[in-house]
């Protein structure tokens, strides 16, 4: 129907192009290139008529824009930084996070970028067991085999829900 929402792969493949963009911007790409970029590749991502297509291009662009916002009042120390820390014999966590952050009063703060488009309550974002397990191994393991790092926190942040400051956290 013409009202519906895209399909799931559809949002996994629009998920995967917004972390792409992430990864470029800290890379020093411009805003408005990154912009232009996920606007230009957005009707090869999605299976959708023209006018949703204008209307997701749109709503995509200011999910962008409100991520570099947010971005900017924070210091990066990486994007997609892999992880993989073995926790006893028979669990290894393996994974990347998508952002880690140095916390200005020290440690480390993982964040998560969520491109659903339904904010979680605090309480949920609380427990939310990604950012616990890569919180785990930060702690237990750190970054590489870097060793324990202190962390300082998580964050849930909703590039598509933005806020003045930038986006949702």
């Known amino acids: 129907a013409l009202l519906e929402q895209p ?55 200011a999910a962008v824009e409100a991520w570099a916002a947010w971005a900017s009042a924070s210091r990066a120390v990486g994007t997609e930084v892999g992880v993989r820390v073995p926790l006893g014999d028979d669990v290894v966590i393996a994974g990347r996070i998508d952002r880690l952050e140095e916390h200005p009063e020290g440690g480390y703060t993982v964040v998560d970028v969520k491109t659903g488009a339904t904010v979680p309550s605090a309480a949920d974002a609380e427990e939310n067991p990604q950012l616990a397990t890569y919180q785990l191994a930060l702690s237990e393991g750190g970054v590489d085999g870097s060793g324990p790092m202190e962390v300082s926190g998580g964050k849930l942040v909703y590039p598509r829900k933005p806020t003045a400051s930038g986006a949702s956290v």
């Open 7 to 61: 399909s799931s792969s559809d949002q996994m493949a629009l998920g995967t192009a917004f972390h792409r963009v992430v990864e470029a911007l800290e890379d020093g790409v411009a805003v408005e290139d990154a912009v232009q970029s996920l606007v230009r590749a957005l009707p090869e991502i999605v299976d959708e008529p023209p006018w949703r297509i204008e209307s997701m291009q749109r709503d995509w662009a």
